[in-house]
């Protein structure tokens, strides 16, 4: 392991002082560099009533869910989560036996939560999608296609943060540097900053990341690239998981 070579830290401002820190301590350098920003926009929260479905896509869609929410969560209203982590942060809101999310050993998902959602045997009613401006319809187009009147509400948006030259040379000028992504926007947010910047991704590069999607955007990036340019390790998204793997991620060949 060589341990100058930088770990690049890409969640959004504010997600990322945890595991800088218990990596930092374990020796390895650690650049936090934020290629996302998360803005909450002026929405309120939709109104449940008992028999509804709220899903939750992401621990920012709690965040901006319950931001100044006081009130209880209504008796007869499912809370559903897409990972074990936004189930995490939804019980400081919600009973737990009110919300229904994919074990902590599936892919934190929309197909993880869907297949959970079968599974308790809901009656079809109304079912609120809380979520960025921009993301998948493929839940929506799924429940609906069970009987479920779904209605999706933005609370907040996310929008690519453009790195300096300095922020994209430490990733471009790097070939043993280990890069955390935990979306598919991400990917395109850096890829963007790279080319701004007239960089070309690393000619070698290490990625540990949550979903095969984002593996997928990766390997079309380095398509041309000699075998074994990109190395892929795959984390559940809690902080434990994601420090074994950056971990193991910095220290292999």
């Known amino acids: 392991m060589d341990p100058h070579a930088p770990v690049v830290l890409t969640r959004p401002a504010g997600r990322n002082a945890s595991l800088a820190c218990a990596l930092r301590a374990a020796g390895l350098t650690v650049v936090e560099a934020p290629a996302l ?18 899903v939750f896509v992401s621990r920012q869609a709690v965040d901006a869910c319950f931001d100044g929410r006081a009130a209880p969560w209504p008796a007869g209203v499912r809370a559903a989560a897409v990972g074990a982590a936004t189930a995490r942060a939804l019980r400081v809101h919600v009973p737990p036996d009110a919300i229904l999310a994919p ?35 493929w839940l929506a187009r799924q429940l609906r296609a069970r009987g479920w009147r779904v209605a999706c509400h933005a609370l907040y948006r996310r929008d690519p943060v453009t790195w300096d030259h300095a922020t994209c040379a430490v990733l471009a000028g790097q070939d043993a540097c ?7 926007e991400a990917v395109d947010a850096v890829d963007d900053s790279l080319r701004r910047q007239g960089m070309d991704w690393p000619a070698a590069l290490k990625v540990v990341t949550l979903h095969e999607r984002i593996a997928r955007r990766l390997q079309c990036i380095y398509a041309d690239r000699p075998a074994g340019a990109l190395t892929v390790r795959l984390s559940a998204p809690d902080e434990a998981a994601l420090f074994q793997a950056i971990l193991a991620s910095a220290r292999s060949a």
């Open 37 to 54: 920003s998360i803005e909450r926009l002026d929405a309120a929260a939709p109104r449940l009533l008992a028999g509804d479905l709220c």
């Open 178 to 184: 280990t890069l955390l992504l935990t979306s598919p």
């Open 103 to 137: 074990g902590a050993d599936a892919t934190p998902d929309s197909e993880s939560l869907l297949a959970v959602i079968e599974a308790a045997r809901l009656a079809p009613g109304r079912a609120h999608i809380l979520r960025a401006q921009r993301g998948r319809d």
